[in-house]
């Protein structure tokens, strides 16, 4: 069988190295005021730099069983992946200085990740496929849909800007990665590795914002029945990014799928030149270019 893909050939992947500001810890509801969509982000974010590490490591490992060109896309997926660490952890430094303790979710994503090592590694590729695509489809409601972060700091609205745009330019490396490397897989195989992983990486992923956000919730003190109620109105209802990316999570499921099925390149495109205004955002590029 041979390897093909639907990634546009045009497609430019951007490294873009930039160092953002420290946002104001004393605002420890950074997100509107609103605690529920501050747990949400900040779940997301204490799972970035070590999951994201692990994406470099299932990618890189099939760098060369690939051809030239998605070989490229590899090293720059590699540079995009490594930077989100670097800005997240930082951001999660800032978070824990708002007075967060993050230590038991670093450890659980640590726990869960150790459990990946002795797996074979094209298990561990069609895991980053997966969760690529949950970050990818995320990004995408997220730049579509301003209600997720109303009011927020323009220093922290650039950060996850900045990160949403690259999460949707490289969502298709590993999943064409995926396709490269098990091309000589019967067809339905491979079809029901991707699914059957995607299945299970769902399970975990919803189960796991549930359990982190609680963390958030128990410091907070709002641990309680009512608060669970707005989450899942934030979630499921409105602005409901789960509701959302829900058509494009099933899509995924279906033969033939592929990322770049959904051209969002003009969406990227807009926000890039909102992003290109923020001063959070140009004076952490210009300042890393200048080194």
């Not at 997100?31 to 692990?54: I, K």
């Not at 999943?175 to 339905?188: E, H, I, K, N, W």
């Not at 029901?192 to 359990?211: D, N, P």
């Not at 499921?253 to 969002?264: K, S, V």
């Amino acid at each position: 069988m041979a390897h093909t893909t639907r990634t546009p050939a045009d497609l430019v992947i951007h490294p873009r190295n930039v160092s953002f500001p420290a946002i104001d810890t004393s605002k420890r509801w950074w997100n509107g005021g609103d605690p529920v969509a501050t747990a949400y982000f900040n779940s997301l974010s204490v799972t970035f730099p070590p999951g994201e590490a692990f994406f470099i490591r299932s990618v890189r490992h099939f760098r060369n069983a690939v051809p030239a060109a998605l070989r490229a896309q590899i090293d720059d997926f590699i540079r995009q992946e490594a930077v989100h660490s670097r800005e997240h952890a930082a951001f999660n430094n800032q978070t824990e200085e708002a007075g967060y303790d993050v230590s038991a979710i670093q450890s659980d994503v640590n726990h869960r990740l150790s459990m990946t090592k002795d797996n074979p590694p094209v298990l561990n590729l069609a895991m980053t496929v997966a969760l690529e695509h949950f970050t990818a489809i995320m990004a995408h409601a997220s730049l579509k849909v301003k209600q997720h972060m109303p009011g927020v700091d323009p220093k922290t609205a650039a950060l996850w800007k900045w990160h949403a745009i690259e999460e949707i330019e490289h969502k298709a490396v590993a999943f064409d990665t995926f396709l490269a490397v098990t091309q000589q897989m019967p067809r339905f195989k491979r079809w029901a590795l991707r699914c059957l992983v995607m299945w299970r990486v769902s399970k975990t992923f919803i189960i796991s914002r549930m359990r982190n956000m609680r963390v958030f919730f128990e410091q907070d003190g709002i641990n309680k029945p009512g608060t669970w109620v707005r989450a899942l109105i934030y979630l499921w209802v409105y602005p409901g990014i789960f509701r959302r990316i829900f058509p494009a999570w099933l899509a995924f499921f279906r033969p033939g799928f592929h990322p770049w099925d959904i051209d969002d390149r003009a969406l990227v495109r807009r926000h890039e030149a909102e992003l290109q205004s923020l001063p959070a955002y140009t004076e952490g590029l210009a300042a890393n270019a200048a080194r």
